[in-house]
């Protein structure tokens, strides 16, 4: 006696095509997520050299701060109505460190603060702005300086040296604690 197939194959078959498409998804998903890693590494290269070349141009620059002081009832007020969002500035620096004085700048066409720091012989440049969703810097070391950064619910900060990474971090967790 002769046995009928019952559908067994075309079961298969299904659950084959189901794998395949599942696959495919797969595929899809991950090459999307590829796609915005790179892109998002590429912005944070492109912001960093932005960074880096307002910290070198400062370096460069014969002109004095914008603003000149040492004192933080100074430096913050002279930003109100220069910038759309307020900072606060540590009421003690760590040791070895001074606020020299601040800049009125732009990176990616947004305004930002630029503070300016001595860490012994070592200049530092910090910029703060608003929180911007798309970016978010990591540590990073291009050229011989070191990139720090920090971010709050409305502040990014991120800091430029040729100091010590360490004493660049230490600098960086004073703005920190002082939002």
């Known amino acids: 006696m ?5 559908g067994g194959s075309a079961r298969r078959s299904n659950w084959g095509s189901w794998a395949a498409v599942a696959a495919l998804v797969a595929v899809c998903v991950g090459a999307v997520v590829m796609q915005r890693i790179w892109r998002e590494r590429a912005q944070q290269t492109a912001f960093i050299g932005e960074v880096l070349d307002q910290h070198i141009a400062t370096l460069a620059a014969a002109a004095p701060p914008e603003v000149i002081s040492s004192d933080r009832h100074t430096v913050k007020p002279w930003f109100q109505g220069k910038l759309p969002f307020s900072f606060n500035l540590p009421a003690a620096l760590p040791a070895g460190m001074t606020l020299d004085g601040a800049n009125l700048t732009y990176l990616d066409r947004r305004p930002v603060a630029q503070l300016l ?3 012994g012989k070592h200049r530092v ?7 911007a969703d798309e970016r978010a810097v990591s540590a990073a070391e ?4 070191h990139v720090v950064s920090f971010r709050t619910v409305e502040l990014e900060a991120v800091a430029v040296s040729d100091a010590e990474e360490g004493r660049v971090a230490e600098l960086m967790q004073a703005l920190r604690a002082a939002q």
């Not at 002769?2 to 019952?6: I, Q």
């Open 142 to 145: 291009r050229a011989g300086f």
């Open 125 to 131: 440049s910090v910029f703060v702005e608003q929180s």
């Open 117 to 119: 720091f001595s860490i």
């Open 2 to 6: 002769r046995r009928v197939a019952t």
